[in-house]
């Protein structure tokens, strides 16, 4: 997927239409932050896993590689960075594979590159999603691979071909998507009954090598662009009239597997899967009761199959020369998405796209290329350094971890058997007043929207976000007054923290014996990328309580760790002297420590 409807575009479109963890309890401007270790925890939801969309650039010069995917070598170089344990989604291409059908070798090598990675996933533990994309030439209603097929029965056969081979001879952990983006004409140029027939064969051959090979063969789509869209353009106040419930109908009519179901969500807004919906509960409780009404299981998977931070441009430099700013909103997105009820995410892209032959240029990758060289020549962003953090994580997390109190700081506390690793994010978002009424418009009735509307057309809305206007004075329904009014207290909030950073006092409690702390950071100083080195090292000799102080500056990611160390502190002191040549005496507190590294203070 490479053009989208952004949340605010789909808004503009609309418009013009505590043991005791208490996480970030606030003192003024500060913050504090105390974890009981000994405190309830639950295994980590998968959705935090560093998962992502292996998508990019969109042109090699080998043929056999699959052109819309990133270079292999940004994918090797995530699998040894990261692991393959997490879910990917890789657009599976009909029409490229097909092309090569006269160069058996060629097709055999690009089938292959597939699998490498299709391997590697599965025996990670990790989930592939495959999104069945493009009709092969002859296929087509036209001669154009977004076009919906003639013949239905030979495109079931097509698909159960692949699946046999993929899912059943090699048996690769594949979950099969339908499509991309069909509510969108640059990808499939259809009507809803065509993507229907498309669906309606891929699950019946899932179904069918299911019930011969005694396997799960899970398949799902529709990967609409926003979870509201259809095919001829709706919005949030008639979501019944979405291709997601479309699907979900049409699969309980003729009996159809429906194992998950996708859509994409680009937005600036971390809580942009929080948004509200007529029915007084927001999209994602709402689609649980559309699967429960239609006799599916409520908890079928709900994937955000495409992701990213956006704000409906192809090229942005948060995401770019200033990508700390998304990375900040990664783990705040997560946890987000986490709250709302999804599954699982897989962030878009791997690498960015530019110099292909579709002109598509969009620097959404983690990754980004200098298309100038032969040989490969790219580098990471401050993007990839969040999914590292993300990789660090433990495989427990603290219960009380996921009731923070703070609109923009955040926090993610996990352990392991040895290990206490805790993310700390500062996202602003500086769109919040418009994102929070594009969250809660469900909720106004027809008159409200419409005065809504005028108040944007005008300009009214920005000069009361700025307060240069009295919301008091106009007359408004009591409930519209309500909602601008929050707005306004968002905005002057997000204001007040986008520029200043905010203190965070940490307490670690019931945590004894000797610790190797360290901690990583991303922020304005990290820019377009750095090296994922940790900016602090300490070794630590604690008896209960461990106390610290952070600094979150303003689209910052920090992530603390505590390694338990087997052996005595002084030993490791010791060989800190040799090392170095010195070292500080440790103190003779219950928090004492000796330094390792500050790479902060050699700056």
Sequence with gaps: MIKRRSK?????????????????????DGLDFTLDINSAVTPLPRIFRPSIDLSGRGAHRDASWPQGLAAQE????????????????????LWEINQLAKDKDAQDKLLGNYENIMRKVTEAGGVIIL????????????????????????????IKNHMRNLSCVKRYNIWYEVWSAPDLDDFFLGRKQEYMNMYRAVAEAAEELSVENKIYIPVGGPSVSWWFQNLDSNTIVTAER????????????????????????????PKAELENTLYKNNAIALMRDWLSYFGFDKNTSLIIDEWNYDSNANLLPERQERSYVAASYIPSRVKNMHKAGINYQTYYSLEDFRDNKEGVTRNTGAFSFDPEYSAYKGAPKAVYNAFRMLGLLGNSMFTSSLKPADEFAGVIATKSQDRIAVIFYNYIDTDVARNYLSRNI???????????VNLVRSGKFE???????????????????????????????????KSAPRAVNINIKNIKGDYLYQRYVIDKLCAAGCDFTPAEEKLLTVSDLHKEILTLEPYSVTMIIFTRQEKPVQQEASAAVTAEG????????????VSVKDKTAQE
């Design 131 to 158: 999104d069945i994309f493009s009709t092969p030439a002859g296929l087509g209603q036209a001669l154009d691979k977004k076009s919906p097929p003639w013949d239905f029965r030979a495109f079931k056969e097509l």
């Design 74 to 93: 940004v994918v090797d170089l995530w699998g040894k960075d990261i692991g393959f344990n997490g879910v990917y989604r890789m657009q599976y291409n």
């Design 242 to 269: 979405s291709l997601i419930y479309e699907l979900i109908k049409f699969c309980y009519h003729y009996h159809l597997p429906l194992d998950f179901i996708s859509w994409h969500a680009y937005s600036s807004d």
């Design 582 to 593: 010195s070292a500080s005496a440790p103190g003779q507190t219950d928090n004492s420590t």
């Design 463 to 497: 000069e009361l976000m700025s307060r240069q206007a009295d919301l008091t004075k106009m007359r408004l329904t009591k409930k519209l007054k309500t909602v601008l009014n929050k707005a306004q207290e968002l905005n002057d909030l997000a204001a007040k923290h």
């Design 8 to 28: 605010i575009a789909v808004f503009s479109i609309f418009m013009l239409a505590l043991g005791v963890c208490r996480l970030f309890g606030q003192q003024e």
């Design 442 to 452: 469900a909720g106004l009735n027809g008159a409200e929207r419409k005065v809504l």
